[in-house]
């Protein structure tokens, strides 16, 4: 499969705890986003990187959550001391390249992330 | 409030009928994209519009941008139960908005196609 890897589909924890969520891009692409998506509602931007750069976070809390995207293996987006807000979907999508317009992401299947 | 406003938030057709998908800002965006999601998945991009009036026709479906670039249509012909889905409009703010590298999305429209 050379589409965009999300690991876990499903994640469950309990508040205080951390949720690491990874994300392999296609094959090629270099720039990553991370969105998220609460029920009923459009995807909100969070993060955009490039190989171990951050390139744009504004879309991004700025306590409890960071992201990286290492020279080597996935994304991953962090969330530390999770609170029940946090409960969504996060989906990653990759691109071949980020000059604007974005052009096409292509979005992994998302990791749904239940605190309880 | 949203950057992107989509309407109508849900909509229930017979299969064989008509519809279209209204998605309006007050904002001017350098291009717009428009995607579909199925439960349990990510959104699948099915066009982009960049030139203010454009029309693209894909098959059933026909996009429309703006004369403006402020807002944006998706119109279904003959629609099938496999049209149903959540559809998401995107747009691409301009570079002097400083956030043009990111997408700016809507909060769907679900159509449910009925047979």
């Known amino acids: 499969n050379a589409g965009v890897m999300q690991n876990p589909r499903h994640l469950v924890r309990r508040r205080g705890q951390e949720a690491r969520l990874r994300c392999s891009p296609m094959?090629?692409?270099?720039?990553v986003y991370w969105y998220r998506q609460l029920p009923e509602e459009g995807l909100k931007f969070m993060v955009y990187?490039?190989?171990?750069?951050?390139?744009?976070e504004s879309g991004m809390p700025k306590e409890r959550f960071s992201a990286e995207f290492p020279k080597e293996g996935p994304s991953i987006l962090r969330i530390q001391q999770v609170v029940r807000g946090d409960s969504a979907a996060y989906f990653c999508?990759?691109?071949?390249?980020?000059?604007?317009?974005?052009?096409?992401?292509?979005f992994g299947e998302g990791s749904r992330l239940t605190v309880l | 409030t949203q950057l992107l406003e989509q309407s109508p938030q849900f909509l229930s057709i017979q299969e064989g009928e008509n519809l279209t998908v209204y998605c309006n800002s007050s904002?001017?965006?350098?291009?717009l994209q428009w995607y579909r999601q199925e439960p349990g998945e990510g959104p699948v991009l099915l066009v982009t519009?960049?030139?203010?009036?454009e029309v693209k026709k894909l098959k059933r479906l026909t996009f429309q941008f703006g004369d403006a670039r402020k807002d944006s249509s998706l119109h279904i012909t003959a629609a099938q139960p496999g049209d149903t889905g959540l559809y998401l409009c995107?747009?691409?703010?301009?570079?002097?908005?400083?956030?043009?590298?990111?997408?700016?999305f809507g909060s769907g429209t679900q159509l449910t196609v009925l047979p």
């Open positions: 995107a747009g691409a703010l301009p570079p002097s908005s400083g956030s043009a590298r990111q997408l700016t």
């Open positions: 519009v960049v030139t203010g009036g």
């Open positions: 999508a990759s691109s071949s390249t980020g000059v604007p317009p974005p052009g096409e992401l292509f």
């Open positions: 094959k090629g692409h270099s720039h």
């Open positions: 904002s001017v965006f350098s291009s």
């Open positions: 990187l490039q190989k171990e750069n951050i390139i744009d």
